[in-house]
């Protein structure tokens, strides 16, 4: 029920928004990688602007995703090394460590 909510309030007017953008930038652009020879046509690509747009958001949600995962790092190795403590119990009695089985992921 909650999914259905949230496709049809966030995920629809984004859509209908991403649409009405695209449709309004639909004139070719010339993008280029050469700022002193801007006609050099190897470095030269021309697409619709919001091809470019749609682009920049991409890399901006993937250059993002892989800075939280990385900074993110050392939390997941905390929770494995407590997984792994968890998996074992140490019996003061006799000494041992008993090896509880590995919960399946």
Do not use: C
């Not at 309030?9 to 020879?37: E, G, K, Q, S, Y």
Request: charged content about 15%.
């Amino acid at each position: 029920m909650l999914n259905r909510l949230v496709v049809i309030v966030i995920l629809v007017p984004v859509a209908i928004i991403l649409i009405a953008l695209a449709v309004a930038n639909r004139t070719p652009v010339a993008f280029t990688l050469d700022p002193f020879n801007p006609g050099n046509p190897g470095l030269t690509a021309e697409m619709p602007l919001f091809v470019y747009l749609f682009l920049a958001i991409a890399l901006g949600m993937i250059i993002g995703s892989i800075a939280t995962w990385l900074r993110q790092g050392r939390y997941r190795k905390v929770a494995r090394q407590r997984r792994d403590d968890a998996g074992s119990i140490h019996d003061p009695a006799t000494g041992k460590q008993t090896a509880l089985p590995r919960p399946r992921a």
